[in-house]
């Protein structure tokens, strides 16, 4: 960080403000939060959630779900990407906690995902912004909420979105199996993964094979950045940077349900690796370091609290069905460690249930800020664990007929 960025933070966050600086005392004094059972956790990030749904309420992106909080801008406009895979989310603990209200809360994340598609089939990539440019991994996130919508709500619009915005995911793809355009910073991402775990998908689901030959494209050339310890080069949101523990996790997760869905052992050989490489470097008591260099060198002295939540849930997917067993001790010690910075009896409504970006809240990673989508993954870790099984369910081939939605 250049010195005049660094001198500009005091006037952009503004930490002299009680309300901050209260929270940056807590994390500098205050004692680790006490831990409660699961059920209790996940109760709490959920009405975060949904009050982050609620105060777009009155907006034009009404049903959508803010961003979430920050020092800078307080509450932030509703995120088209993260509301796309919170839907799963929130239809995963409507049932587990028998709220049905969580259902209908879905209903109107995917009423407003489909309402700012675009008619190439892209999906704007940013919040608080008109006319926003579409970003090739955004888009892939909000497919997973529209699967999530055809899968487990029936409605066939959804699939139909899905199947659009995996063609205009496939008409910006290089013959590399690479994207160089509608990329953040400009530059190609390995943790586009994720989104191409949910090309897979619909391609299975839709029996669109033009969609499936193109995620192997990509997986493939992953595989290319992956060093002999399991990290991965390209993976950060700038050349110059380390990744974050987020963006490990997301290229993880990618790979380990590619590998699911394809049965190809290779992409989930990759997971593999390097789920074992962050295990290696995972303290006692559940803290990862908030970015990784090659060989899990990490010079970072803070935590990313959203990738720690993310490689709970790998693994724990790693562990389930017996091929890693000793990996639920690794995602249980992670969910501690997140339970411990969560606050479930603060006043403020932008922090009780939230998860911060980073701990403490001043680290690198979303700085001074709540994000939704550190709520949703955390949320996701904890329901995985109570019930063992995969949030979102993993998807089957269900075209009927040998037909395609497309052509």
């Not at 660094?6 to 503004?14: E, G, S, V």
């Not at 059972?37 to 959920?46: G, Y």
């Not at 790979?255 to 052992?265: A, I, N, P």
């Not at 790998?314 to 411990?340: C, D, M, S």
């Amino acid at each position: 960080m250049s010195l005049a960025n660094l001198l500009a933070l005091p006037f952009r966050y503004r930490p002299w403000r009680p309300r901050h600086m209260r929270l940056i005392l807590n994390d500098l004094s205050a004692p680790a939060q006490p831990e409660f059972d699961h059920a209790t956790h996940l109760a709490s990030v959920i009405d975060w959630l949904s009050r982050a749904q609620d105060i777009r309420d009155g907006h034009p992106d009404a049903g959508g779900v803010s961003a979430g909080w920050s020092f800078e801008d307080g509450w932030l406009p509703s995120y088209p990407e993260t509301t796309g895979y919170i839907i799963e989310s929130f239809l995963a603990a409507g049932k587990l906690l028998e709220r049905p209200d969580l259902k209908q809360r879905a209903q109107r994340m995917i009423d407003w995902e489909l309402s700012i598609q675009q008619s190439d089939g892209a999906f704007p990539g940013h919040f608080g912004e008109v006319g926003s440019r579409p970003v090739i991994f955004n888009t892939g996130q909000i497919m997973h909420g529209m699967l999530a919508g055809y899968l487990q709500l029936g409605r066939k619009e959804c699939l139909e979105a899905a199947v659009r915005a995996g063609l205009w995911l496939v008409r910006q793809q290089d013959a590399d199996g690479c994207w160089y355009r509608f990329e953040h910073n400009n530059v190609p991402h390995v943790y586009n993964t994720r989104g191409t775990w949910a090309l897979v998908s619909t391609g299975l689901i839709a029996n669109e094979s033009e969609l499936t030959q193109a995620a192997r494209r990509n997986l493939d050339w992953a595989l290319t950045q992956q060093t002999t310890s399991g990290w991965f080069r390209t993976n950060a949101f700038s050349p110059d940077k380390a990744p974050f523990t987020h963006t490990i996790a997301y290229a993880i997760r990618g790979f380990l349900e590619s590998g699911v869905l394809l049965d190809d052992e290779r992409y989930l050989a990759a997971a593999l690796v390097a789920a074992r490489g962050m295990a290696r470097v995972q303290r006692a008591d559940g803290w990862l370091a908030g970015t990784y260099t090659d060989n899990w060198i990490s010079r970072a002295n803070y935590s990313c609290l959203t990738g720690i939540a993310q490689m709970s849930l790998n693994w724990t997917r790693l562990a389930q069905g017996g091929g890693a067993p000793e990996f639920h001790e690794n995602a249980r010690r992670a969910i501690g460690y997140v339970k411990r910075t969560q606050r479930l009896g603060d006043a403020d409504e932008a922090v009780r249930g939230g998860i911060a970006g980073s701990f403490p809240i001043w680290g690198d990673y979303s700085r001074f800020e709540y994000p939704n989508w550190a709520a949703k993954f955390f949320a996701d870790a904890l329901m995985m664990d109570m019930q063992n099984c995969a949030i979102p369910p993993v998807a089957t081939r269900i075209a009927k007929s040998g037909e395609s939605l497309h052509g």
